[in-house]
Nanobody, 121 residues
Framework: QVQLVESGGGLVQAGGSLRLSCAASGNIFSIKAMGWYRQAPEKQRELVAT???????NYADSVKGRFTISRDNAKNTAYLQMNSLKPEDTAVYYC???????????????WGQGTQVTVSS
């Protein structure tokens, strides 16, 4: 079993910053990619940013230039540095990871429990 534990959410004023962390633990051979998604009330979950094990990154247009995703492979941890936050960034942020158990296992997708980010105007 694999667990993803997120931390770092909270309440911040517009223009402020927050840093989210996501630590993966359990039976992990490799983490092919990690990412952050978010879901605002009455909206669908959307991609925020992803990073592969080769450090290739991808961002939603709405966060480009403001958010930075990174990862520490030794700690199986991904981070999301969020700067210049806007009220429309308010959402529950979910960590996602694509994980294999061995050289021959399929790739499995895991989700964290979510962390609330609230940006006040």
């Amino acid at each position: 079993q694999v667990q993803l534990v997120e931390s770092g959410g909270g309440l911040v004023q517009a223009g402020g910053s927050l840093r989210l962390s996501c630590a993966a633990s359990g039976n992990i051979f490799s983490i092919k990619a990690m990412g952050w998604y978010r879901q605002a009330p009455e909206k669908q979950r959307e991609l925020v940013a992803t990073i592969t094990n080769g450090d290739s990154t991808n961002y939603a247009d709405s966060v480009k230039g403001r958010f930075t995703i990174s990862r520490d492979n030794a700690k199986n941890t991904a981070y999301l540095q969020m700067n210049s936050l806007k009220p429309e960034d308010t959402a529950v942020y979910y960590c996602n990871a694509l994980i294999t158990y061995s050289t021959t296992s399929p790739t499995y997708q895991y989700w964290g429990q979510g962390t609330q980010v609230t940006v006040s105007s």
